[in-house]
């Protein structure tokens, strides 16, 4: 078993989490201006994304361009990882590939904690994304555990792209953000990213 077997109710049953789906989690936050250069790309790469219509094209031409935003606006405060193995406990299914990680330390050579990030890209839709996603944000609570870095609540998403839904764990409570949040409204999406990597 490994992090694409879970869903929503397994990953519930198997870490014994409750799941809220009524909260808005970041409404009141104000947007924030996006950079000239991430105007551009977005303007010229998400049209030819959503024709491509891959994940792997929504990854290399939407995702990654919004998560390195959040690096420099970061002023490189933060490590970002794409495609790593993150394997914490296989005998729970807590094992395989994580689409990104965002790390709370400038070290790049290795996932090092705090992991305080996860985004999960999907091609399909949102929802299916989910499970996979929260079971990779309990991984990142036990890795933080176990190497003596633990944090009050971990931040993930799970997004195709142009679409984006946002998760807080804390404890044994799961929020699922009830606003989905689109490619045109980039500034909030931006503002969630920051506040989710504010260490």
Request: glycine share 4%; charged share 25%; proline share 2%.
């Amino acid at each position: 078993m490994s992090y694409s077997d879970f869903t929503l109710k397994k990953v519930k049953s198997e870490f014994s989490l409750t799941t809220y789906e009524n909260i808005s989690l970041f409404s009141t936050l104000q947007r924030v201006e996006i950079s000239d250069y991430l105007t551009k790309t977005l303007q010229r790469n998400v049209p030819l994304a959503l024709s491509i219509n891959t994940e792997k094209a929504r990854s290399e031409l939407i995702i990654i361009n919004i998560l390195l935003e959040i690096k420099e606006i970061s002023i490189h405060e933060i490590s970002l990882f794409s495609g790593v193995d993150f394997t914490v406990d296989k005998e729970r299914g807590l094992n395989g590939y994580c689409d990104y990680i965002i790390s709370g330390t400038s070290e790049q050579f290795y996932v090092e904690t705090p992991v305080i990030c996860i985004v999960e890209a999907k091609n399909e839709n949102i929802v299916s994304g989910l499970g996979q996603c929260i079971a990779e944000m309990v991984a990142s609570k036990l890795y933080n555990e176990q190497e003596n870095t633990p944090l009050s609540c971990l931040y993930g998403a799970v997004t195709i792209g142009d679409e984006w839904k946002f998760i807080k764990l804390e404890a044994d409570k799961v929020y699922i953000d009830k606003d989905t949040y689109y490619i045109n409204d980039i500034g909030k999406i931006i503002a969630i990213l920051l506040k989710m990597v504010a260490v």
